[in-house]
């Protein structure tokens, strides 16, 4: 408990920290040092989020940084899957000094095929994301293998005591919406 309160402090410090520069660029207006990376959707996604987090690993299986070094701060990227006019966008979003973390993890991303793509974001909003909706016509009709490996996902996902697995956005063959990608852009 007391490793889980000392983490928890350290997040909010760093959680403040990065407020702060996201305040600062409202407060004059200035989006220079923002930085995203959006993938749009020909259709609307069965899945919308929105959130933020440490990352620890990129979709190939590296480390980005390590969430036990509480000496050093961590960088903060944010994320939402959502619906457009036009069908539906992923974003990641960061502040230029996180690129260093941010950045590999968006690259790594941005390297899968527009076939592996729609299924990588899934599993990054099951193991990462618990802000999240889900069509009810998509989860019912869904198969049951599934939808056992998308719970089963989550629930390791939100667990204190079974650590982060490196390998976690890695392609686990799972293949569950019909996305389309139509776009990929970098700001």
Same mark, same amino acid.
């Given at each position: 408990?007391?490793? @889980?309160?000392? &983490?928890?402090? /350290?997040?909010?410090?760093?959680?403040?920290?990065?407020?702060?520069?996201? %305040?600062?660029? $409202?407060?004059?207006?200035?989006?220079?040092?923002?930085?995203?990376?959006?993938?749009?959707?020909?259709?609307?996604?069965?899945?919308?989020?929105?959130?933020?987090?440490?990352?620890?690993?990129?979709?190939?299986?590296?480390?980005?940084?390590?969430?036990?070094?509480?000496?050093?701060?961590?960088?903060?990227?944010?994320?939402?899957?959502?619906?457009?006019?036009?069908?539906?966008?992923?974003?990641?979003?960061? @502040?230029?000094? &996180?690129?260093? /973390?941010?950045?590999?993890?968006?690259?790594?991303?941005?390297?899968?095929? %527009?076939?592996? $793509?729609?299924?990588?974001?899934?599993?990054?909003?099951?193991?990462?994301?618990?802000?999240?909706?889900?069509?009810?016509?998509?989860?019912?009709?869904?198969?049951?293998?599934?939808?056992?490996?998308?719970?089963?996902?989550?629930?390791?996902?939100?667990?204190?005591?079974?650590?982060?697995?490196?390998?976690?956005?890695?392609?686990?063959?799972?293949?569950?919406?019909?996305?389309?990608?139509?776009?990929?852009?970098?700001?």
């Amino acid at each position: 408990m007391d490793a @889980h309160a000392e &983490g928890y402090s /350290v997040s909010m410090r760093d959680m403040n920290a990065h407020k702060g520069q996201y %305040d600062a660029m $409202l407060a004059a207006n200035d989006y220079s040092e923002m930085r995203a990376y959006t993938v749009a959707f020909e259709n609307t996604p069965d899945i919308l989020c929105a959130g933020a987090l440490y990352p620890e690993c990129d979709f190939v299986g590296l480390k980005l940084q390590d969430l036990g070094n509480l000496s050093r701060k961590m960088e903060l990227m944010t994320f939402s899957l959502i619906a457009t006019d036009r069908g539906g966008a992923f974003v990641f979003g960061w @502040h230029s000094s &996180g690129d260093a /973390v941010c950045r590999p993890l968006a690259e790594s991303l941005d390297k899968l095929s %527009d076939e592996e $793509l729609p299924h990588a974001i899934v599993r990054f909003v099951f193991e990462f994301c618990e802000n999240h909706y889900l069509k009810p016509d998509w989860w019912d009709n869904a198969d049951q293998k599934e939808k056992d490996a998308l719970t089963a996902r989550l629930q390791l996902s939100a667990s204190y005591w079974e650590p982060c697995s490196m390998s976690c956005l890695v392609d686990d063959g799972l293949r569950s919406v019909s996305w389309k990608a139509v776009k990929r852009e970098w700001r």
